[in-house]
């Protein structure tokens, strides 16, 4: 079985990094170490070895803790093939479909995710049965997704959300890069305000909280693009829109602004 540990930095950027790990074989993978020290103070803890760093992509807020922590471990380092210039230390080329770590009948493989940039990789656990979690990095957060801003394409974005994250099953955990429960919640408040799922939601929230994707698809406004609470709310704003993908390169819009 694999298991997981989040790792939250608290930094301006609300960093998450990531141990997936093994107790059965003592091996571990950290994705997007942050804090290097900190993931081998949790390391040593959990009586694990290091053997892989896998990036979600090149970011340095995702990769600032790759040097420090392949001297400490010789671990590799692993990333998409548009990163290879980019990555610190970067080892080994992933693309889509690769299997990076499997336990038993647990695997976590590899999703090519492009949008928030051109270099971005996803790893999902997966059994045989089912997808049981995804590290989404800075293409999917809680109530909200990524920006565009450095080195991505909102269009782009749209693609990788409708065709591959809105079909994940309702169980499947999200782990993302970054803890912006905050501000992308009062960002629903603002763009999606009968949302009553929602508000119910955000009194029971812990800190740090993971959720499933069954809370995504009704708390998250990128993915209630054709509810009539956003379609009144971008009316109300005056903010035309034509179809499905133009409702959510308009959210992406005004949450950049916003």
Not at 136 to 162: H, K, M, W
Not at 206 to 214: A, G, L, V
Request: hydrophobic share 30%; aromatic share 10%; with cysteine.
């Amino acid at each position: 079985m694999i298991e997981i540990l989040p790792i939250f930095t608290n930094s301006p950027l609300r960093n998450f990094s990531y141990l997936v790990y093994s107790n059965r074989t003592g091996e571990a993978y950290c994705i997007d170490p942050f804090d290097a020290k900190q993931i081998l103070n949790q390391s040593k803890r959990l009586g694990v070895k290091i053997k892989g760093i896998l990036n979600t992509h090149e970011h340095g807020d995702h990769t600032q803790g790759n040097l420090e922590l392949k001297e400490e471990t010789k671990a590799i380092v692993y990333g998409h093939k548009n990163a290879k210039d980019k990555i610190p230390g970067l080892d080994q080329i992933l693309k889509e479909g690769d299997i990076v770590f499997s336990v038993e009948e647990e695997l976590l493989t590899v999703w090519d995710t492009p949008g928030h940039t051109f270099s971005h990789l996803s790893f999902v656990r997966k059994n045989q049965k089912t997808i049981l979690g995804i590290f989404s990095g800075d293409t999917l957060f809680n109530a909200g997704v990524g920006n565009c801003f450095r080195g991505g394409d909102p269009q782009v974005l749209y693609e990788t959300i409708s065709s591959r994250f809105e079909s994940l099953p309702d169980s499947c955990l999200l782990y993302p890069g970054h803890d912006y429960w905050e501000n992308n919640l009062k960002f629903s408040e603002h763009i999606d305000p009968k949302n009553e799922f929602r508000n119910s939601y955000k009194s029971s929230l812990k800190p740090f909280q993971i959720s499933e994707m069954d809370a995504e698809k009704i708390i998250n406004p990128f993915f209630r693009r054709n509810t009539n609470s956003v379609k009144d709310r971008l009316t109300e704003l005056k903010e035309t829109y034509t179809d499905d993908r133009s409702v959510f390169l308009t959210l992406r819009k005004l949450r950049d602004h916003w």
